[in-house]
Antibody, heavy 126, light 108 residues
């Protein structure tokens, strides 16, 4: 079974950092780009960023709202993608999800996201 | 960035009803068929229903269908079932991924 499991969420004070992990199983993790999303309480889905597969450089792209604070990385030997979140703000409070990007190539156009992990809640509050 | 505009924001329907949700690309920019649909139930992760505008994801009931190309897209549930009450999101994959604001389908 193809599966993703996020971990690392919790309560953190504004200005602090947190690292989330996303562990994949049931597929060749290194062959796929991986994306992170978030959903603030009662709100819709927001794309946070993605990391390409190593075949396409393992490079990253981010939403403007997090580009200077969040970093995505990957360890294909462990089938894990990470989301490092620095300088957290109260409006970063959300459930964070990871997903496998089914697009191919460098541009990652025309893909879809499946499966999704169960999500991990990040609460930024003093 | 290409934003997606979904309508309606919410709807009430009965079991057995035919339900249609629409999604439009902002600024009338064509996104070809790079449009996906997801279902999300409270407290759960999104689930892929339709990819490439009209392709049914494996395991998804055939009462779900998608259509459209260019700027206007539709998700149709042919006969609403109790387990279909949820929020539905469209998502464009032409450029930086972006979701519609969601359509909550509630029990009438």
């Amino acid at each position: 079974e193809v599966q993703l499991v996020e971990a690392g969420g919790g309560l953190v004070q504004p200005g602090r950092s947190l690292r989330l992990s996303c562990t994949g199983s049931g597929f060749t993790f290194g062959d796929h780009a991986m994306s992170w999303f978030r959903q603030a309480p009662g709100k819709g889905l927001e794309w946070v960023g993605f990391i390409r597969s190593k075949a396409f450089g393992g490079t990253t792209e981010y939403a403007t709202s997090v580009a200077d604070r969040f970093t995505i990385s990957r360890d294909d030997s462990k089938s894990i993608a990470y989301l490092q979140m620095n300088s957290l703000q109260t409006d970063d409070t959300a459930v964070y999800y990871c997903s496998r990007d089914r697009a191919s190539g460098y541009v990652l156009r025309g893909g879809w996201f499946d499966p999704w992990g169960q999500g991990t809640l990040v609460t930024v509050s003093s | 960035d290409i934003q997606m505009i979904q309508s309606p924001f919410s709807l009430s329907a009965s079991v057995g009803d035919r339900v249609t949700i629409t999604c439009r690309a902002s600024q009338s920019i064509s996104i070809s068929n790079y449009l996906n649909w997801y279902q999300q139930k409270p407290g759960k992760a999104p689930k892929l229903l339709i990819y490439g505008a009209s392709n049914l994801q494996s395991g998804v009931p055939s009462r779900f269908s998608g259509s459209g190309s260019g700027t206007d897209f539709t998700l149709t549930i042919s006969s609403l079932q109790p387990e279909d009450f949820a929020t539905y999101y469209c998502q464009q994959s032409y450029s930086t991924p972006a979701f519609g604001q969601g359509t909550k389908v509630e029990i009438k």
